[in-house]
């Protein structure tokens, strides 16, 4: 088999790592990829929205499968794209149909569906600019914190968490009015402020059956301790030991099974993976909000957990034959710390020599935002190397990816010493 990776990140170096072990595949392409990929894959300078440069590549190349890493090609309807026409139709897009991508385009799309399929999430109402007062009005019943949600997608910077009543009415005014995310907050989803723990659960569906696959949480905060700015993710723990098996019962009869359900009542095309981000209050899973990819860095921990063949399972999704296909799962705890430039999540510096992957034998370093430029690995992004472990516990594999982290160096390198501080 023929298989192209869409993006550029440490996910899809994970993917690129896990596929170039199957023993169904033939030739791995990465679009537009980074310097890790280029090590176990051929990378091939496409933007990942490009759909007509996509399909030209895949017809010329034999491609008979698209694993889509990030958001905004599901978003733009690529799979639709492939499926709707009679030349491509042969290519399997693994992700869902432009429609199923909605639960994680639209917030209020998510909430609706979660309602309807009895979810638990937290409670809500939606407002436009001509609701304002309303949306005041809404604000003045609840109890603070306050949840903000753009509606559409904000590069993970759309939801806002304030204290102040009065903040609260001016943000909604701002993103309502003064197009504070742009298009992106022409509707706002009001919410309740759920208390608990967050992790999430990740699922592969053909549209038919499910698997689950292994937990992870990650560490979203630049600062030790979970302070400062929000960022992509700093590192991630998989399996997460406050989800036991009474926990992850609950998660699939209350949340995964009625989605997967919810998709096929509504006729929604989905053969890919559901993320969901999940809050655990008092041992009981509301759903914060979906995704339709898998998360980054949470696939640098769930794909090394996995034993089974990646593409077995793809196919599986393509013929809907998932229900025949075996998941097996590691008990070892994997981990992964996040490398990044210095600045990050604002400003930085991109061009930074990488010194020392080469050092790196106890753990994986997968490449986030890298390049080649002659014989150098440079930066190239926020996030840089994504390093994992495996271990016994949670301590040996952090143990090992900071041992690693250690021989790594590149001007103003930073990263989060305390991951997994929270978990026993
Ligand atoms: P989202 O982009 O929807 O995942 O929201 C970003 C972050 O805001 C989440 O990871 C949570 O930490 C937090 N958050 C979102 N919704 C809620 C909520 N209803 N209650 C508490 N925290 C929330
Ligand atoms: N790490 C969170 C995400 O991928 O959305």
């Known amino acids: 088999m023929n298989v192209l990776i869409l993006g550029s990140g440490g996910r899809e170096h994970a993917f690129a790592w896990k596929i170039a072990q199957s023993s169904l595949l033939n030739t791995l392409y990465v679009a537009p990829g980074n310097a890790g990929t280029a090590?176990?894959?051929?990378?091939?300078?496409?933007?990942?929205?490009?759909?007509?440069?996509?399909?030209?590549?895949?017809?010329?190349?034999?491609?008979?499968?698209?694993?889509?890493?990030?958001?905004?090609?599901?978003?733009?309807?690529?799979?639709?794209?492939?499926?709707?026409?009679?030349?491509?139709?042969?290519?399997?897009?693994?992700?869902?149909?432009?429609k199923g991508a909605q639960l994680e385009g639209s917030k209020r799309f998510a909430k609706e569906f979660m309602i309807k399929h009895s979810i638990p999430t937290a409670k809500y109402k939606a407002f436009t600019a001509i609701?304002?007062?309303?949306?005041?009005?809404?604000?003045?019943?609840?109890?603070?914190?306050y949840v903000l949600k753009a509606d559409g997608l904000a590069a993970g910077k759309g939801v806002l968490i304030l204290n102040n009543l009065e903040e609260a009415k001016n943000e909604l005014k701002e993103m309502l009015q003064n197009?504070?995310?742009?298009?992106?907050?022409?509707?706002?989803?009001?919410?309740?402020?759920?208390?608990?723990?967050?992790?999430?659960?990740?699922?592969?569906?053909?549209g038919e059956s499910y698997k689950i696959l292994p937990e992870a949480k990650d560490y979203k905060r630049i600062g030790e301790g979970d302070t400062g700015l929000n960022t992509g993710g700093m590192g991630a723990i998989s399996p997460v030991p406050f989800a036991d098996e009474l926990f992850l019962t609950r998660v699939?009869?209350?949340?995964?099974?009625?989605?997967?359900?919810?998709?096929?009542?509504?006729?929604?095309?989905?053969?890919?993976?559901?993320?969901?981000?999940?809050?655990?209050?008092?041992?009981?899973?509301?759903?914060?909000?979906y995704n339709v990819r898998m998360g980054d860095p949470e696939t640098?921990?769930?794909?090394?957990?996995?034993?089974?063949?990646?593409?077995?399972?793809?196919e599986g999704v393509a013929s809907q034959t998932l229900?025949?296909?075996?998941l097996e799962i590691t008990d070892q705890t994997a981990c992964t710390v996040m490398a990044v430039s210095g600045g990050y999540p604002e400003a930085y510096e991109k061009g930074k020599k990488i010194n020392g992957v080469?050092?790196?034998?106890?753990?994986?370093?997968?490449?986030?935002?890298?390049?080649?430029?002659?014989?150098?690995?440079?930066?190239?992004?926020?996030?840089?190397?994504?390093?994992?472990?495996?271990?016994?516990?949670k301590k040996e594999a952090l143990e090992k990816s900071y041992a690693s982290l250690s021989k790594i160096s590149f001007e103003n390198m930073y990263y989060r010493k305390d991951i997994g501080f929270d978990l026993n």
């Open 252 to 289: 699939e009869n209350d949340i995964v099974i009625p989605t997967i359900n919810g998709l096929k009542k509504d006729n929604i095309e989905y053969k890919g993976f559901v993320f969901i981000g999940l809050m655990n209050v008092a041992g009981a899973p509301y759903v914060i909000e």
């Open 39 to 98: 090590s176990v894959a051929k990378n091939v300078n496409i933007p990942v929205t490009d759909f007509d440069a996509i399909a030209n590549f895949c017809l010329e190349n034999n491609i008979n499968y698209i694993i889509v890493g990030p958001e905004a090609p599901l978003v733009e309807g690529i799979y639709d794209y492939f499926s709707s026409n009679d030349e491509l139709k042969h290519i399997a897009v693994v992700g869902p149909s432009k």
């Open 323 to 326: 229900s025949e296909r075996d």
């Open 131 to 145: 609701s304002l007062t309303e949306g005041y009005a809404f604000l003045e019943r609840l109890k603070p914190p």
């Open 179 to 206: 197009n504070k995310f742009g298009e992106a907050s022409k509707e706002v989803v009001i919410e309740e402020f759920l208390k608990g723990i967050e992790l999430s659960v990740f699922v592969l569906t053909d």
């Open 358 to 393: 080469d050092l790196v034998t106890e753990s994986i370093a997968f490449h986030a935002g890298t390049t080649l430029h002659k014989e150098d690995v440079l930066t190239n992004g926020g996030r840089v190397l994504a390093v994992s472990s495996y271990g016994k516990n």
């Open 300 to 314: 640098e921990v769930v794909l090394p957990r996995i034993k089974s063949d990646l593409l077995d399972l793809f």
